[in-house]
């Protein structure tokens, strides 16, 4: 069982006890559009700090051709081990760019690494809710696209119905995202896939943090035969990753 995990710029500043079993660190790419410091030389400050694989997150949606080619050069000049690629929140705020799609950003990375003869890995998304998935990860494949991180998770039943992940030649980690206030439930329910029975149970519950150990553990329980791993993403709340990952290494 793998975990990988999302380390936000915030807690970046300080250091932060990094759960042993975590494979790597993923710095994401100014999330919710909000403006951050920039993921790759993040990252490489990140790998340097901890001496352990960090990959860069790079979206369509903030930078031009020139823009998007400059940042995979300056990852693959600063030895980064991968650079995750997805399409970006959209905002109302700033204007979009958008010159690339995933798959065209895919394909340059690929490119230019082979160019730097370099072994830095390229990953990209997954999204169960989307109909025509298999196909879409198929092409990503094709343009070269190594591993896959999923949306986040909060139904196993979701990892049942495409268990054609489970035999792709490229390793799949399942998104966790845990919802550790009750302010911020109604967002993610709108912009997540989330059952209304899960809704409802963090709306009741007493504890949060008890409630998503209980709905995670389960999901991983259940699903480890068919994922290669889980990538949490726990926002400002690293404490969570270290906390579910002792509760289900007792298995």
Known sequence: MKFSLEITQQNAKNEIKIPEEAEFLIIPDNPFGKIGPGSVPMAYFLKNRYNMKVIATINTRDRNVIGIGSEILAALELGLD?????????????????????????????????????????????????????????????????????????????????????????????????????????????????????????????????ENLLLFSEIIHKSMDIVEGYHIMPLENVSFADEIIRKVRKW
């Open 82 to 210: 991968g650079l995750f690629v997805v399409k970006g929140d959209s905002t109302k705020k700033f204007s979009e760019v958008r010159d690339l799609n995933v798959f065209e950003v895919i394909a340059m990375i690929k490119k230019y690494r082979y160019i730097y003869g370099s072994d830095m890995l390229i990953g990209a998304t997954i999204n169960f809710v989307r109909g025509n998935e298999f196909r879409i990860v198929k092409k990503k494949m094709e343009n070269g696209a190594d591993f896959f991180i999923s949306q986040a998770v909060y139904d196993q039943k979701i990892i049942e119905k495409n268990k054609w992940i489970k035999y792709l030649s490229a390793p799949v980690y399942i998104g966790i995202i845990p919802i550790l206030s009750k302010k911020i439930i109604n967002f993610y329910a709108k912009n997540l896939f989330i059952p209304d029975k899960v809704v409802q149970a963090l709306r009741n519950s007493e504890n949060l943090k008890n």
